[in-house]
């Protein structure tokens, strides 16, 4: 049977981290993958990743408590408040690291790593290679992996965990490339799945990332926690929400209606354009609700004032992606933007550890919850997230497997072997007529429809019906193929049912949350309630649907106040 000490799932900035950590800490280690590692997510971001250097001569005097404070005001003061705190502490260190490696990052003209303006930031923090800086960061460290010999499974689908009676002691793999199901033992799990955006239809997310990653933990046993809240991207491309980067509007762009305005001065008229992403996205819909839209749909984003020379230096991905997809040259015309669903702030409940309620199970990046960006993440705090919490999740994992014995817990794999077997040849054997894409693409419309930008009781009401009707008619699903290798119809109906569950578990939170903070956003109730809701909710897995609770949320530091930008 397949052993090793430490299984990372997921081989994005967040997985490579921790794999790394693991083996900078003696632990044997390996990372299964879905994807090959530099097609993760990760790759895709394009903006930076925030460190307090103080190397832009506008941020002279940053530092990481400054950075630690807007983190909290960000998230709306939902942060557990030591999280961030260490995040912004650890963010220099960690960004010279990944510079040590060699990653390429852009540089002022005395040869340091050059930094821009980002949303809700006081200061120019966001180091950056020009706008590819994901890809850069994520080539850097697949070589550290190679360095430290670290073994890759490459376009192995994990299904299920495998627990024993004290402890998760591996998971459930799909090799992709012979179609079997494998059990794979370990002293120690950790999942860095990546975000679940495409739960979504207006989604920036790669297709992969799916919510399956998070529902696996969820049904088996570990909580989700603060999964309502959701971020929207301000700038995503009209009409398939690509992404354009905040870096556009950190170099200068612009944000204009269809009257020519430059809007943002009634929303926040001393950050204008760099208000944190919350209060841009919801600006730019209330502009578009109103009228004020291009084709009731977009306004403009504006970089043709910057000219050639900059947005050819700075953001040359942002023009390779509108010429190819819409036929526009920003250098020409202003680019037709719409906010777009792009950052799952909650996830897989963890300390900062990265260890969740079940021992040996871990979990980092994305697909968890420390939590760092409580009710809204800054732009640019998710990258350094990945390898700040990726690095401690590893080295955590490490410590707890030093003891254990090196062995596979055969029973229990065998177990959990049998039984996603079982489970899956009924999935696949379901003898119904229901088409599980055009269940996935009812999941994705209403989504962005009752779970968006603007939420109300009646909306959320009707969407959480739709999620448990989506669910049994998901019951009763066409039959599939079951063998050959790269059986994506196989893995595509897994992930579906990872969609609808979490779904349900957004929905579910959002109701009961009676207030607005950050990303979630209530018409019927439009105020903060620091009296009643200063508090993670927590969603455990029922057959029926989520059971929620609540958890103080840890404020140290810095008392809630009303955020202003
Ligand atoms: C377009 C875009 C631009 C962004 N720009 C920025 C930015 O400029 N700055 C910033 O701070 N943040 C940015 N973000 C957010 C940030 O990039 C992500 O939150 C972060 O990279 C996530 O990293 P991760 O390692 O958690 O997950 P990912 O990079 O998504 O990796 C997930 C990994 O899990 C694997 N996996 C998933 N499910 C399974 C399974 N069942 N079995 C096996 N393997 C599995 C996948 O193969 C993949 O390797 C951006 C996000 C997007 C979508």
């Not at 790759?43 to 832009?56: M, T």
């Not at 950790?190 to 919510?211: D, H, L, Q, V």
């Not at 993440?377 to 401690?392: I, M, P, Q, Y």
């Not at 103080?552 to 955020?563: A, G, L, N, S, W």
């Amino acid at each position: 049977m397949i052993f090793h000490d430490i299984l990372v799932i997921g081989g994005g900035l967040a997985g490579l981290r921790a794999a790394i950590a693991a083996a900078e800490n003696k632990a044997e280690v390996a990372i299964v993958s879905k994807l090959y590692p530099p097609r993760s997510h990760s790759g895709q971001a394009q903006g930076g990743i925030n460190a307090a250097l103080g190397n832009n001569p506008k941020a002279a005097d940053d530092n990481p408590e400054k950075h630690g404070f807007d983190t909290v005001k960000g998230s709306d003061y939902l942060s557990d408040q030591e999280a961030p705190i260490y995040l912004t502490e650890q963010a220099p260190d960690a960004v010279f690291e990944i510079e040590h490696w060699g990653c390429p990052f852009s540089r002022t003209e005395d040869g340091k790593i050059a930094q821009r303006p980002f949303g809700g930031a006081g200061y120019p923090r966001t180091c950056y290679g020009t706008d590819k800086t994901g890809h850069y960061i994520l080539q850097t460290l697949f070589e550290q992996t190679i360095k430290h010999n670290i073994k890759t499974y490459n376009e192995w689908v994990v299904i299920a965990l495998a627990k024993d009676v004290d402890a998760c002691c591996g998971v459930i793999a799909l090799n992709m490339h012979t179609g079997e199901l494998q059990a794979m033992g370990a002293n120690a799990v950790i999942f860095a799945t990546g975000g679940s955006g495409r739960m979504y239809g207006n989604s920036t997310n790669a297709i992969p990332s799916t919510a399956f990653g998070v529902a696996m933990p969820y049904w088996a046993g570990v909580p989700l926690k603060d999964m309502e809240f959701v971020q929207f991207h301000p700038t995503s491309l009209y009409p398939n929400n690509i992404l354009m980067t905040e870096g556009c509007r950190g170099e200068g762009g612009y944000l204009i209606n269809k009257e020519g305005d430059r809007f943002m001065s009634k929303y926040a008229p001393k950050a204008m354009e760099l208000g944190p992403r919350d209060i841009v996205a919801r600006s730019i819909q209330t502009e578009i609700l109103e009228g004020r839209g291009f084709e009731d749909a977009y306004v403009y984003l504006d970089l043709r004032h910057l000219g050639k020379a900059k947005i050819m230096e700075r953001l040359p991905g942002i023009r390779e992606i509108t010429l190819d997809f819409i036929g526009l040259d920003p250098i020409e015309e202003p680019i037709p933007i719409q906010p777009g669903t792009h950052y799952c702030m909650g996830g897989i409940d963890v300390n900062m550890d990265g260890a969740s309620p079940l021992p040996g199970f871990y979990a980092a990046g994305e697909c968890a919850c420390v939590s760092v960006h409580g009710a809204n993440r800054l732009g640019g705090n998710s990258l350094l997230e990945t390898v700040v919490f990726g690095k401690r999740a590893g080295t955590s994992a490490a410590e707890y497997v030093k003891d254990k014995a090196k062995q596979p817990r055969d029973n229990a794999l065998e177990r959990a072997l049998k039984r996603e077997e079982e489970n899956l040849n009924r999935l696949l054997k379901s003898n119904g007529n229901e088409n599980p894409y055009t269940i996935n693409a009812e999941l994705r419309k209403l989504m962005p429809e009752k779970a968006g930008l603007f939420r109300n009781e009646k909306l959320m009401a009707e969407g959480l019906a739709q999620i448990k009707a989506l669910k049994e008619r998901f019951k009763k699903i066409r039959p599939i193929v079951s063998g050959g290798s790269f059986n994506f119809d196989k893995t595509w109906a897994l992930e579906i049912k990872g969609n609808l569950e979490v779904a349900e578990a957004v929905l579910a939170g959002a109701l009961a949350r009676k207030e607005s903070r950050g990303s979630h956003f209530r018409t019927d109730f439009s105020k903060r309630d620091d009296a009643n809701f200063l508090k993670h909710t927590i969603a455990s897995y029922t057959p029926e649907g989520p059971k929620l609770s609540y958890r103080d949320v840890q404020i140290t530091k810095y008392q809630p106040v009303e955020r202003k930008y």
